[in-house]
């Protein structure tokens, strides 16, 4: 059974629906983006959705905007993002990790490359 599912049934069973929240990788450094993830799940996050850093987000609104220029000035890229999920299931093997982003950096990456890493990591899910 993958995680997403796993914590859709417990919550279920709880009678209690997901809190799902996101962050861009890298924003406001790449250096506490793995601690910020694990502080979310402390404070009760469910699933966590990381944002994948792009340079034209326009369809994503201004604070995303903002946050991927940010994450992008300090250069994360998408390998980068992988190797943040695989630095959090060092300690966290239960909550699931959720990517968001544009399609260009895994077109960019090559789709089995990507695919590979990122379930070698322990990315549940694409959007």
């Known amino acids: 059974m993958n995680r ?4 859709f049934e417990s919550l279920r069973d709880a009678g209690r629906t997901a809190l799902v929240s996101y962050v861009t990788a890298g924003d406001p450094h790449p250096d506490i983006t793995v601690e ?3 502080r979310m799940v402390e404070a009760g996050v469910d699933i966590l959705e990381l944002g994948v850093p792009f340079s034209d987000p326009i369809g994503d ?10 994450a992008l000035a300090h250069g994360t890229r998408l390998q980068d993002v992988i190797a943040m999920v695989a630095r959090f299931r060092e300690r966290d093997t239960t909550t699931p990790v959720v990517l968001m ?3 260009n950096p895994i077109e960019l990456m090559g789709h089995r490359r990507f695919a590979s890493e990122a379930r070698a990591a322990g990315v549940d899910g694409v959007l």
């Open 101 to 103: 982003g544009y399609l």
């Open 36 to 38: 910020l993830m694990h």
């Open 61 to 70: 609104g201004p604070v995303i905007q903002l946050a991927c220029e940010r």
């Open 4 to 7: 997403i599912r796993a914590r």
